[in-house]
């Protein structure tokens, strides 16, 4: 149980383009969701915290405006990098709450964009 | 004081050998410790966690260790194998109220045969 998915698994973009990116829970429902970059050999960064019906909260440095987060549904959300730029290139990892007396992060396979 | 120090970055243990990975904090309201196992091009997966009312908890071949009092904890992995090469992330949150997860640097473990 508490599987996560990612779509697509990697994405490949010209500059200037904007890419959208999946994130679902595919056999619990997830209030919360959470949204990671990682850049080679480092760890991961929160970049947002997703929350369903409600608007994203954006960890300190992250633009909004770029990066749109929508949790429509409790079992879906959605990063989208808008206007990328080859310094957006990453690997994108989401994660849904697990809530059951302790709270647990179940993480996605990743997401790996490339712009060129 | 939300950090997470994690040692060594890298580590290289002989097939059949003990891995230990160490991680310390600062902040006392954390009370969830998860470990993350990830291997290239593949989300982190949950390998094993502990909360501080236990000193220990043991999953097969994985051991953490924890000391509430130094506020730090650790992880052992018996009998290193091949397929354990990954990179190991400790983390920490407060787990009961949910806030965020912190993850520490990483270690990047080799096991060589």
């Known amino acids: 149980g508490a599987v996560v998915s990612q779509h697509p698994s990697w994405v490949i973009c010209k500059s200037g383009t904007s890419v959208k990116i999946e994130c679902r829970s595919l056999?619990?429902?997830?209030?919360?969701m959470f949204w990671y970059r990682q850049f080679p050999k480092q760890s991961l960064m929160l970049m947002a915290t997703?929350?369903?019906?409600?608007?994203?909260?954006?960890e300190q440095g992250v633009e909004k405006d770029k990066f749109l987060i929508n949790h429509a549904s409790l079992t879906l959300s959605t990063l989208t990098v808008t206007s990328a730029h080859p310094e957006d290139s990453s690997f994108y990892i989401c994660?849904?709450?697990?809530?059951?007396?302790?709270?647990?992060?179940?993480f996605g396979p990743g997401t790996r964009l490339t712009v060129l | 004081q939300q950090q997470v120090k994690q040692s060594p970055q890298s580590l290289i243990v002989q097939k059949g050998g003990i891995s230990i990975i160490n991680c310390a904090y600062e902040n006392t309201a954390f009370d969830y410790f998860p470990w993350y196992q990830q291997f290239p091009g593949k989300g982190p997966a949950l390998l094993i966690a502990i909360r501080p009312d236990v000193s220990e908890k043991k999953e097969g071949r994985f051991t953490i260790s924890f000391n509430k009092s130094a506020k730090q904890f650790s992880l052992h992995i018996m009998d290193s194998q091949p397929g354990d090469s990954a990179t190991y992330f400790c983390a920490a949150s407060t787990g009961t109220s949910y806030d965020k997860v912190i993850f520490g640097p990483g270690t990047s473990l080799s096991v060589i045969p």
């Open positions: 997703s929350n369903e019906g409600s608007k994203a909260t954006y």
């Open positions: 056999d619990f429902q997830a209030t919360t």
């Open positions: 994660s849904a709450l697990l809530t059951s007396g302790y709270n647990e992060q179940f």
